[in-house]
């Protein structure tokens, strides 16, 4: 009977070591926090947060300070890019992929130029 509460004892051990294990793991592998690169506009953040890729993969998007209601949304997926203006129009892949910004000597620049280059264009269309 002793022999099986400590077999009983180490399988718990076991098992909680793994799951504490496998838990790290899936924490490293899911890219890293968020954090504010510099957006110019008064009363707008601009939140980035890598997904994972090697930092290939990401998402920024530009928020109300006040609200946190997302305005645009910029993000890279397995070298593609894509743009969404949630308000206003559905998420659209864009036609140059991200090699441009991911190789750039200052990404975060680079991630805000080309958001500020697409949401003048989506006004000068309106």
Not at 2 to 14: F, P, Q
Not at 82 to 99: G, I, M, N, V, W
């Amino acid at each position: 009977m002793l022999k099986m509460v400590r077999v009983v004892y180490c399988l718990r051990r076991i098992s909680f070591l793994a799951l504490f294990a496998g838990s790290s793991m899936a924490q490293a592998s899911g890219g890293t926090g968020e954090y504010e690169l510099d957006w110019p506009v008064r009363g707008e953040l601009l939140a980035y947060r890598s997904s994972g890729c090697a930092d290939d993969c990401w998402v920024a998007e530009v928020r109300s300070k006040r609200s946190r209601q997302v305005r645009a949304r910029l993000r890279c997926d397995d070298g593609k890019l894509y743009f969404s203006h949630p308000a206003k129009s559905r998420e659209l892949q864009l036609p140059e992929d991200c090699t441009s910004i991911n190789t750039s000597n200052d990404k975060p620049a680079s991630i805000s130029n080309k958001l500020t280059q697409l949401l003048q264009s989506k006004k000068e269309k309106n």
